[in-house]
T-cell receptor, first 114, second 113 residues
Framework: EPEVTQTPSHQVTQMGQEVILRCVPISNHLYFYWYRQILGQKVEFLVSFYNNEISEKSEIFDDQFSVERPDGSNFTLKIRSTKLEDSAMYFCARGAGGGNNEQFFGPGTRLTVL | GENVEQHPSTLSVQEGDSAVIKCTYS??????FPWYKQELGKRPQLIIDIRSNVGEKKDQRIAVTLNKTAKHFSLHITETQPEDSAVYFCAASIRGSQGNLIFGKGTKLSVKP
């Protein structure tokens, strides 16, 4: 571990600004997931990404959010116009595929929206 | 959609005692149930999981049981140690381990030496 890294570890931004959070797999994985965790609360699913396409997304993942794999390696989560309530830890998770596709979380990015 | 309830929200035990955390789920199609441990400021770490074709799974001091009929599953930690202190989250998925995980609200376990 870790099997994915995330950058930055902490991002501070002003409300209304765009942010891009990055997830970098260390080895080849097929499945990626983004989750968020507001301080002191449970982990919430945002979106899953399989074979370079969105597989599932939650109600939280509205038009303000997008995911990409721009270079076939890094995996990004973009929030177009941040709101105060977007302040949270954002975790990227990876799954290996196949029958034992356990999800392992990256170290997370703490996003603070002022 | 799936909803996962977790109890208790906090649990305090003496070192060496056992701890039990219980979760219920709403969607009978759920077939994968992982447990994650999260220390303060750290990522959730997978500690054990169970699939719907199994009733019980054990890994050293940790065990998980699943009752599909009642739609509940439990985490059992025996011989607790201070380093077991953390927040524990249960989760469920209707698409196996590939699907999105729906988490419970977490249980803060404190193990007193």
């Amino acid at each position: 571990e870790p099997e994915v890294t995330q950058t930055p570890s902490h991002q501070v931004t002003q409300m209304g600004q765009e942010v891009i959070l990055r997830c970098v797999p260390i080895s080849n994985h097929l499945y990626f997931y983004w989750y968020r965790q507001i301080l002191g609360q449970k982990v919430e699913f945002l979106v899953s990404f399989y074979n370079n396409e969105i597989s599932e997304k939650s109600e939280i993942f509205d038009d303000q959010f997008s995911v990409e794999r721009p270079d076939g390696s890094n995996f990004t989560l973009k929030i177009r116009s941040t709101k105060l309530e977007d302040s949270a830890m954002y975790f990227c998770a990876r799954g290996a595929g196949g029958g034992n596709n356990e999800q392992f979380f990256g170290p997370g990015t703490r996003l603070t929206v002022l | 959609g799936e909803n996962v309830e977790q109890h208790p929200s906090t649990l305090s035990v003496q070192e060496g005692d056992s701890a039990v955390i219980k979760c219920t789920y709403s969607d009978s199609a759920s077939n994968y149930f992982p447990w994650y441990k999260q220390e303060l400021g750290k990522r959730p770490q997978l500690i054990i999981d169970i699939r719907s074709n199994v009733g019980e799974k054990k890994d050293q001091r940790i065990a998980v049981t699943l009752n599909k009929t009642a739609k509940h599953f439990s985490l059992h930690i025996t011989e607790t140690q201070p380093e077991d202190s953390a927040v524990y989250f249960c989760a469920a998925s209707i698409r196996g381990s590939q699907g999105n995980l729906i988490f419970g609200k977490g249980t803060k376990l404190s193990v007193k030496p």
